[in-house]
C-alpha cells in the first residue's frame, strides 16, 4: 500500500492568515492527488484534484501544489469557514489511501 | 444535481448482517465508479472499496476483503454496503462516494450512514 503522511496532523491559526499543509506519499504517485475538506459532522468535499486543479465552485483561496511525493495544500487568507479537518488522498495505486488528516483550529 | 442519498443510521448487536444503500439521481448511475469510506469515530478516513455498476466490477482495500460486500443494483440506481456477520469495531459512519471526471477523486459524496454495533 501507497502510505500518506500528513503534516502537522494538528495546527492552530487565526482568521487571515496563511495555512500551508504537507502530504508526503511512500512512493512516486505522480500528479495522482486530491485534497478534501471536512467540516465537524459532515461528509468531506473535494478542493483539488490532480494535485493542484481547482474543483469547480471551491473558492480561489485554496491551492494545490507538488507532484511525486511530495504535494502542498495552501490557504492563504484563511476565513471562519476554513476551521476543518483535511485531508489528501492517492488515487495513483490499485488501492487509493488517505492522509491522516490534518485538524485546523482557530487560535 | 448530482445527489447520494444514504439509507439512515442504524444499530445492530454483534453477529448480525446488515445491508446500508446509496441511491445516485442526477446523473448515470452506471458511466462513474462508486466507492465507499469508512470513519471510526474521531478518526481519519479509509478507503474500504470501490463498485462500476455498469459492470459490477468490484475492487477492495486489503483490509476490507472478504470483511464487506459492495454490491449495486442499476434499476434503481442504488449502490450497497453489506456485512454477514457485524462486530463493535464495525462502528463508524460509513459514506458512499461518486469517483467522477475529477482525475478519479471523490466528487460527490453521500451524507454518510452512522453504523452502531454493541451489545
Known amino acids: 500500500d501507497i502510505q500518506l503522511t500528513q503534516s502537522p496532523s494538528f495546527l492552530s491559526a487565526s482568521v487571515g492568515d496563511r495555512v500551508t499543509i504537507t502530504c508526503r506519499a511512500s512512493?512516486?504517485?505522480?500528479?495522482?492527488l486530491a485534497w478534501y475538506q471536512q467540516r465537524p459532522g459532515k461528509a468531506p468535499k473535494l478542493l483539488i484534484y490532480g494535485a493542484s486543479t481547482l474543483q469547480s465552485g471551491v473558492p480561489s483561496r485554496f491551492s494545490g501544489s507538488g507532484s511525486g511525493t511530495e504535494f502542498t495544500l495552501t490557504i492563504i487568507s484563511l476565513q471562519p469557514e476554513d476551521f476543518a479537518t483535511y485531508y489528501c488522498?492517492?488515487?495513483?495505486?490499485?488501492?487509493?489511501?488517505f492522509g491522516g488528516g490534518t485538524k485546523v483550529e482557530i487560535k | 444535481e448530482v445527489q447520494l442519498v444514504q439509507s439512515g443510521a442504524e444499530v445492530k448487536k454483534p453477529g448480525e448482517s446488515l445491508k446500508i444503500s446509496c441511491k445516485v439521481s442526477g446523473d448515470s448511475f452506471t458511466r462513474y465508479w462508486l466507492g465507499w469510506v469508512r470513519q471510526v469515530p474521531g478518526k481519519g478516513l479509509e478507503w474500504m472499496g470501490i463498485i462500476y455498476p455498469g459492470e459490477s466490477d468490484t475492487r477492495y482495500g486489503p483490509s476490507f476483503q472478504g470483511q464487506v460486500t459492495i454490491s449495486a443494483d442499476k434499476s434503481i440506481s442504488t449502490a450497497y454496503l453489506k456485512w454477514r456477520s457485524l462486530k463493535a469495531s464495525d462502528t463508524a459512519m460509513y459514506y458512499c462516494a461518486r469517483q467522477g471526471g475529477s482525475g478519479l477523486a471523490f466528487d460527490y459524496w453521500g451524507q454518510g450512514t452512522l453504523v452502531t454495533v454493541s451489545s
Open positions: 512512493q512516486d504517485i505522480s500528479s495522482y
Open positions: 488522498h492517492q488515487l495513483n495505486s490499485y488501492f487509493p489511501t
